[in-house]
């Protein structure tokens, strides 16, 4: 049966989400291996990878050397695993890149899934800012594909066994180059944006006050997205831009208050689950795509809301 691996996302020891919704698929696809980079897991992060299918945890250093380093724990040279999953983060799209060139791999980034056709990978994607969905064919014997996070359902497999914990050894190729000092960037509180269930966004009719977009997304559980143009005029960091040149989110529930609805932007959020969408203008292009739509200012509409949804909670 063929040898699936996913890369394992993980933070502060512990399996992000979105690694458990591609194991979940890589079981679809065969036999799941988990490839852990960095420290040792601990028992906890092992149990889990295992009660979601991983029958092994790949552990090797990187060193940096990232895509050589997966090369390795993937087993590019005895042609161990034929199906390589990634969560599609903007890191993981680069590695998919340099391990393909590595191995001579097709690779998709972006998929919405993944399934065996006539012995092939075949993947579903959105494309040209979610107008079309295609379906690809990866016809190379190996098969590299980056999945977007809330695109599977995470299901525990039945009967998971404990995951065997395999080390792997690594030498570094020789480069031209040397790394002399490496800084750590502290991670930003709450859910990645890619990640999150839920994301807030808001745009120009925020004014460049945050608070209640901020509020909502915490209420919701989720993270806080912003448009192109908040971003420009410096309301918010980059790394909360939406849109084509941002992030792409598929969240199971996205909320777009005070953003117009410009093509950049609908480009990164239009195949989410459920789209809320919040403008004064009535012919703003977000409603064409929102499954709900509300005319009006989001400083009435979003303490409504907020109100509302924690009266029935503490109902």
Known sequence: MTTVAVLVEHRGGEVARPTLEALTLARSLGTPVAVWLGGQPGPDAVAQLGEY???EVRVVAPELRVAAALAEAVGAASGDADVVLFVSTFPNKEIATRLALATGAGVVVDAAGASIVDGHVEVEQTVFAATWNVRTRIVTEKAIV???????QAVPAEGGAPAAVVPVAFDPPVTRESVVAVEAVPAS??????EAPVVVSGGRGTGGDYTLISEFAELLGGAVGASRDATDEGWISH????????TTVTPALYVAAGISGAVHH??????????VAVNLDPDAPIFEIADFGVVGSLFDVLPQAIERIREVRGA
Request: glycine residues 20%; proline residues 6%.
């Open 146 to 152: 980056a999945i977007r996070p809330n695109t599977t």
């Open 189 to 194: 509180d709450g859910v990645p944006l890619a």
């Open 53 to 55: 299918g991983a029958t």
């Open 239 to 246: 790394e909360h831009m939406v849109g084509q040149t941002g």
């Open 266 to 275: 609908r480009g990164g959020m239009q195949a989410s689950g459920t789209i």
